[in-house]
């Protein structure tokens, strides 16, 4: 599977893929302190705020509120809405509906997920362009690109033609100044495979393919990362940086462990060059692995087949684990090439502007698969992260959820029935929702919104990284499953900050929001504000 949320013949799924980055151990001292350091400004400079509020009107309310006001309050908005609609036009809907105080402009991607119009074979939202942008959508970098950051990686031709020369952030950042308004650029590693050099970042699938999605491991591609943020941090007046990789490990990835379609056991990654020798520094044995991970796929081809193990598919997995320890080494060094590539962003960021601010954008996996939650350990990635945005969409989760529920119910799980399985499932992750034919159709409740806003507040507990949750406004789901409503994101945003929130991030994009809803979560919003 690769990256981001998109949809495919009318359903919506991800593809996934893996990746690491390496960034050498040396950029992991600096980080802490600078997250410290920015940490320790961050709350002094909300002390200074609440003094301030407090001097006029003594008392904690004064304190709350002051907190709350500077509470950030995102939208996450492609470059194309402006382009249709206009900056001042779009900005007016944002702040007025949306009650927003902080643009998530997507200034890099080739996905659809949060960059161009609608998708298509969705119902197009009451504003903008009323058609889809199917010829025109490429994708790529939203800015201009100065060349002078991308000397070390062979992948220099990224620009997105699709707007001509619009640059989103030129566009925005000065009307966004005069509003008050914060503005972060985020992206996403999502690529395609037709673009100069690409193949030279790209991870090796099982099979020995190349795949499209690139490796964290591989210099080109942690270079340009880095390149990337050292650009926008430098030649733009910005208030932050997010970055998201909607990918899991080559074990989770085999099992079919996600939402969307199951993948093929073949294609997983990675297993290039670079991930072999950052795995036998580790004292992990490539070869092994690879041995491993051939008997895992035949096991899943099987399953899927429901040609059951003599003793059982949870029984037999376990048995290859415990052949293979590999298997869970070689998801590992996935997560931890991805915790470094986090350092790595993070440091570059500080290193050119300590005050902007930088997060991450934390799969909606996290929610459903067990093992991929237990590799979000966000004490481990505290340090490098100022804000997460952990996504807790609710209407289309129900779908996410039941769509990940078959997946694993024809591998690991291949002998728990369905309702059986999701009941687990709730168990172990601690939410509660309705049954498995029915939440396509009702979607998850704010319930579950305040849980896992909750889970995570928990487990940010001691550490100075905000919370921002990640709020579903009519993110794509199947005809005939839930859509959202007024109420339902109304709810779900007032759940979240019930949970703990420090802020939030309505998501995925403006495009595809119809302004009721988005008035729904302004409501929240404004009600939270004034309570
Ligand atoms: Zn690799």
């Known amino acids: 599977m690769r990256g981001a949320e998109r949809v495919e013949r009318g359903r919506v799924c991800w593809d996934a893929s893996d990746e690491p980055d390496d960034c050498g151990n040396e950029t992991h001292g600096t980080p802490a302190e600078q997250w410290r350091d920015t940490s320790?400004?961050?709350?002094?400079?909300?002390?200074?705020?609440?003094?301030?509020?407090?001097?006029?009107?003594?008392?904690?309310?004064?304190?709350?509120d002051a907190v709350k006001a500077?509470?950030?309050?995102?939208?996450?908005?492609?470059?194309?809405?402006?382009?249709?609609?206009?900056?001042?036009?779009?900005?007016?809907?944002?702040?007025?509906?949306?009650?927003?105080?902080?643009?998530?402009?997507?200034t890099f991607t080739y996905g659809r997920g949060i960059a161009g119009r609608q998708v298509p074979g969705q119902p197009l939202p009451d504003h903008g362009k009323q058609q889809y942008d199917t010829g025109t959508f490429y994708g790529g970098s939203y800015t201009k690109v100065d060349p002078r950051y991308?000397?070390?990686?062979?992948?220099?031709?990224?620009r997105a033609p699709d707007l001509g020369d619009f640059d989103v952030l030129e566009a925005v950042l000065p009307a966004a100044r005069k509003r008050g308004l914060k503005t972060v650029c985020w992206f996403e590693d999502v690529f395609r495979k037709d673009?100069?050099?690409?193949?030279?970042?790209?991870?090796?699938?099982?099979?020995?393919?190349?795949a499209a999605t690139l490796c964290f491991n591989n210099p080109n591609y942690r270079n340009w990362l880095l390149g990337m943020v050292e650009d926008w941090a430098r030649t733009y007046d910005v208030d932050g940086i997010m970055w998201g990789s909607e990918r899991q490990g080559?074990?989770?990835?085999?099992?079919?462990?996600?939402?969307g379609g199951p993948g093929q056991p073949m294609r997983v990654t990675c297993f290039c060059d670079y991930c072999q020798e950052r795995a036998r520094k580790q004292g992990i044995n490539p070869e092994r692995a690879r041995q491993?991970?051939?008997?895992?796929?035949?096991?899943?081809?099987?399953?899927?087949?429901?040609?059951?193990?003599?003793?059982?598919?949870?029984?037999?997995?376990w048995r290859l684990m415990l052949k293979y320890p590999e298997l869970l080494a070689w998801e590992m060094l996935w997560t931890e090439s991805l915790r470094d590539t986090y350092a790595a962003i993070y440091a570059k960021v500080k290193e050119v502007k300590p005050a902007l601010q930088v997060g991450w954008h934390i799969w909606h996996t996290n929610s459903f698969n067990p093992i991929y939650r237990a590799e979000q350990d966000l004490t481990a990635i505290a340090p490098w992260s100022d804000f997460l945005k952990i996504v807790i969409y609710n209407n289309c989760g129900g779908e996410r959820m039941a769509e990940y529920i078959g997946n694993v119910g024809?591998?690991?799980?291949?002998?728990?029935?369905?309702?059986?399985?999701?009941?687990?499932?709730?168990r172990v992750l601690n939410y509660r929702e309705k049954e498995l034919a029915e939440i396509p159709f009702t979607g998850l409740s704010s319930d579950y919104v305040y849980r896992e806003s909750k889970r995570a507040h928990d487990g940010l507990a001691g550490a100075k990284t905000l919370l921002l949750p990640g709020i579903d406004i009519d993110i794509p789901t199947a005809?005939?499953?839930?859509?959202?409503?007024?109420?339902?994101?109304?709810?779900?945003?007032?759940?979240?900050?019930?949970?703990?929130?420090?802020?939030?991030?309505?998501?995925?994009?403006?495009?595809?929001?119809?302004?009721?809803?988005l008035k729904g979560a302004g409501d929240a919003i404004r009600e939270w504000r004034q309570a």
């Open 70 to 106: 500077e509470a950030m309050i995102g939208v996450q908005v492609g470059a194309v809405s402006f382009v249709d609609e206009g900056v001042e036009q779009t900005l007016d809907v944002l702040q007025q509906d949306g009650a927003v105080n902080t643009l998530f402009v997507a």
């Open 40 to 64: 320790m400004e961050r709350r002094e400079f909300l002390q200074g705020t609440a003094a301030t509020a407090m001097a006029a009107a003594p008392g904690a309310r004064a304190m709350a």
């Open 250 to 259: 080559a074990f989770s990835n085999m099992l079919g462990a996600h939402a």
């Open 292 to 317: 491993g991970f051939m008997e895992l796929a035949k096991f899943v081809e099987a399953s899927r087949q429901s040609q059951r193990p003599v003793d059982g598919y949870y029984v037999t997995l």
């Open 479 to 517: 005809q005939g499953h839930s859509k959202c409503t007024p109420q339902s994101v109304h709810d779900a945003t007032l759940a979240a900050f019930r949970g703990g929130a420090d802020g939030l991030i309505l998501s995925r994009k403006y495009s595809e929001m119809r302004l009721a809803n």
């Open 195 to 210: 673009l100069p050099n690409i193949d030279q970042l790209q991870e090796k699938e099982l099979g020995g393919s190349n």
């Open 150 to 158: 991308f000397r070390d990686t062979v992948f220099q031709s990224f």
């Open 410 to 426: 024809h591998t690991i799980y291949g002998d728990v029935p369905g309702d059986e399985l999701l009941e687990f499932h709730y």
